[in-house]
């Protein structure tokens, strides 16, 4: 199955800052796109001009079976700060269903059984905490803009870090839904604004279309009992920015797996400054 990735650099440089993707983020990158060309399909890097750059720089372009510059085209109308990981809605906006759709920093390690999957599957299901999920009144519109009254504000949001695709009008209305929010926000905060566009309404147009959820593992899998066919460093990045040891260890493991997997790759190391110490 086709699959796909996304980096949008506006987030890290409309502040007039310089691009840069972390070592443990560009390794998990490596490792993702490696072990789903090997298990599970093709898979393409939907970026923007100064993304590729980075990446080709790096001699990193070849992970994937292709790579594009779709993100040149995102709307103006989008605040980058508050919607950090609107990429990953425009890459699936400018592509066909049935699509994986999978974080840089997540790593399926197995074959998965596409012919299998209904038509929406995901990593699993969020709680809806209302620090997190807000009720509706605590959103901040642009004047005349009215929310969809067929959206179902009590179904649980679900998590998008990986997740398969495969209804072409899911996908059509879920894109739509989620630009037209994210075109009329008003309101500046990166967490409740973002994760409503991309993981709630998500769940909603799938309640909304008549569709079922099927997740894949759960929250406590990933992250307590040892998952073994899936792997999100989400929740660990924070805590390897703090600890030297830690951010090192998880490195030199990732190195090591892609010397043994992909030996091929192994002198492309040398063209990734951040990687430098490691080596």
């Known amino acids: ?104 920093d997540f790593i399926v390690w197995d074959r998965l059984a596409f012919d299998k999957l209904p038509d929406l599957t995901v990593i699993h299901k969020e709680e809806l905490y209302s620090d997190i999920y807000p009720d509706i009144s605590e959103f901040k519109m642009k004047r005349g803009f009215v929310f969809d009254p067929n959206l179902d504000w009590h179904i649980n949001p679900v998590n998008s870090a990986f997740y398969v695709i495969k209804n072409t009008t899911l996908k059509q209305l879920y894109v739509n839904q989620a630009l ?32 079922e959820i099927k997740e894949l593992s759960s929250l406590t899998r990933l992250f307590e009992d040892g998952e073994r066919y899936f792997t999100h460093i989400w929740g660990m990045k924070e805590q390897m920015r703090k600890s030297d040891t830690l951010r090192r260890d998880f490195c030199l493991r990732c190195i090591d ?3 043994t997997d992909f030996p091929d790759f192994s002198d492309n190391f040398s063209k990734i400054p951040e990687l430098e110490s490691y080596l």
Not at 20 to 42: C, H, P, Q
Not at 184 to 190: E, I, Q, T, V, Y
Not at 194 to 199: D, G, S
Request: charged share 25%; proline share 3%.
């Open 257 to 259: 797996r892609i010397k």
């Open 180 to 211: 037209l929010f994210m075109e009329n926000a008003d309101g500046r905060d990166p967490v409740t604004y973002m994760v409503f566009a991309e993981q709630r309404l998500l769940a909603m147009c799938a309640r909304m279309s008549g569709i």
């Open 1 to 104: 199955m086709q699959a796909l990735h996304s980096t949008w650099s506006k987030p890290r440089t409309s502040s007039g800052g310089e691009f840069y993707i972390e070592d443990f983020d560009l390794l998990s990158t490596i490792l993702s796109a490696l072990k789903w060309r090997e298990k599970n399909g093709t898979i393409k890097m939907v970026t923007d001009s100064v993304g590729y750059e980075f990446y080709k720089s790096r001699g990193m372009c070849n992970i994937w079976n292709g790579i594009t510059t779709e993100l040149d085209g995102i709307s103006t109308d989008i605040d980058p700060e508050t919607f950090w990981a609107a990429g990953k809605l425009f890459a699936l906006k400018n592509n066909d269903a049935p699509v994986a759709v999978i974080d840089t």
